[in-house]
């Protein structure tokens, strides 16, 4: 089916895509962006891991560490707001390839640090990478995969990209203690995604954003394409349900609230905020509080690195659940398994129930990020989908540069350990009532 008949028939790029079966084409996005966020995913997570062997090398505090930590989530707030603006303006594609090179670039610099403030300046300039890259890829996804799947695919990418943040951990317990430059090695390994744009001539730009730019004759080119590769696999393709296409519209922070996206935005900039505060609390911290609370630094890898684990089968539980209930009522659920979770592992002292409580925690905080990863551009329209998602993701960052970080010091410091995780659950707990009572559903429904 041409475009031109499509069109005719009242048939969008949407209604194309969504009535695809799943065929080799939607694996080799899962293939490919299940390796760029493998690496992302590590990277995000490196400075956690690699921070007590950058304590003992360069001797430095709580509050250094505090520092150095809210550097990523400075960047991070930059790169999920210009990454996402650039990204409606330029193509998905694009902006995939541009983000990780530079994600990857800076992370291999971090390498080659010689101070807190060098280190601090490399880690706010991989984090812009970072946050960039992931919310182009939430995005990418739920525009390519069809409305009843795209969760459960957002889950399976993610699922393989966890990966990256146990596969780190264990990079960090081998590495480290090998030597005092050992936390160098860590960055190096984050910034492997470097080779991506060699591996990225299998992905086609979204039909639905060149359709939304006006650009019809690239959005047949690329739906041809993937509708011929289907068929090959396949065979005949069933007929699009007719759909109108959407008029061209600019794009950028006044169109949020042209299209009637404002309320959205803010209920999804304050779940972002708490649960950033609530899952970086804890996966940023639990390392580096396991030391001060009297565990030798290969003693707290070695716990971290076991708890990481859960964060695979976390992620792979979301895709058999995503699309089977309301998402917006399962975000709420997990939110508070976590705060549950999290608040008995800061009261447990022996190793076994700190890693059984950990992991548990480790689990349902990447349930819950895959969850909110399909949840959040599904709350947006398509000329504002990829901004939408990037102010929620990246202020949800920025909370965490200006709070979490320093509130977490100033709560270990001032009232103890046990503090710190009733902070956490507090965060999730947050969450849980926001999305009960405000979220909209948005489960199998064709984006608009």
Known sequence: MSFASSVADGSSAAARLDRLPISGFHRDIVKLLAFIFFFELGDLNSFAFAAPGV?????????TTSFITSASFVGMFIGATTGGVFSDRVGRKRALVLTTLWYSGFSLLNAFAWDT?????????????????????????????????????????????????????????????????????????GSLAIIFPFLAGRLEESPRWFEHRGRTKDADGALTRIE???????????????????????????????????????????????????????????????VEHGFT??????????????????????????????????????ALVIACCGLSYGLSFRTTTIVIFGFLVAMSQQVFAALLYAYT????PTQVRNTGAG????????ANAFLGAFIVAYLFQRYGYITVFIYIAVCWATVAVLITAFGPKTRAQTLA
């Open 117 to 189: 403030s060098s280190l601090f300046a490399l880690r706010l300039l991989t984090g812009v990478g970072l946050s960039a890259m992931t919310v182009i890829a939430m995005t990418y996804i739920s525009e390519m995969f069809p409305a009843g799947v795209r969760g459960k695919y957002q889950a399976r990418i993610l699922t393989i990209g966890l990966c990256g943040i146990p596969a780190t951990a264990y990079v960090a317990r081998f590495i480290i203690p090998i030597a005092p430059w050992g936390w160098r090695a860590v960055f190096v390994w």
């Open 228 to 290: 011929a590769r289907v068929r090959q696999e396949v065979g005949d393709l069933p007929p699009a349900a007719p759909a109108v296409p959407s008029a061209s519209r600019p794009v950028g922070f006044r169109e949020i609230v042209a299209s009637g996206s404002l309320g959205r935005l803010v209920l999804l900039v304050s779940v972002w905020i708490f649960q950033t505060m609530g899952i970086y609390g804890f996966l940023s911290w639990a390392p580096t509080l396991l």
């Open 391 to 398: 102010l929620s993701y990246g202020i949800g960052r920025l």
């Open 297 to 334: 630094v290969v003693q707290s890898l070695e716990r971290s690195s076991a708890i990481s684990i859960g964060a695979v089968p976390g992620a792979w539980i979301a895709s058999l659940l995503s699309d089977r209930w309301e998402r917006k009522h399962l975000i709420a659920i997990v």
């Open 55 to 63: 304590r003992e090398a360069w001797h430095l505090s709580i509050d």
């Open 377 to 380: 551009p599904e709350c947006f």
